[in-house]
């Protein structure tokens, strides 16, 4: 029997279309039980799958400094999602919670 050969996911690998970007987000949203950090990793999930040089350009940030902003291990200031959000091609909108 042969070696089973595994790589890591990536779920930026999957992420083709603004729609499927957009269901991801919106997803991780609702899992991130207010987990800025969470919600950070998952765009750089998004900037990954768009290319990450391209979305530091439209953000108007460094590349480096956008893969630190995104990379999970701190929660970026909201200036900063916010021009990621919008680089991103995407919108952040809000919705009464009945609950």
Known sequence: M???VTTR????????????MAAYFEAC???ANGDAAFIAKALGD????????QVARDAGLSRESLYKALSGDRSPGFDTILKVIRALGL???AEASHG
Do not use: F, N, Q, W
């Open 29 to 31: 949203l609702e899992e």
């Open 91 to 93: 919108k952040l909108h």
């Open 9 to 20: 996911y990536d779920v930026a690998e999957h992420l083709r279309t603004p729609e499927e």
């Open 46 to 53: 998004i900037a990954r799958a768009k290319g990450m040089s």
């Open 2 to 4: 042969g070696k089973t």
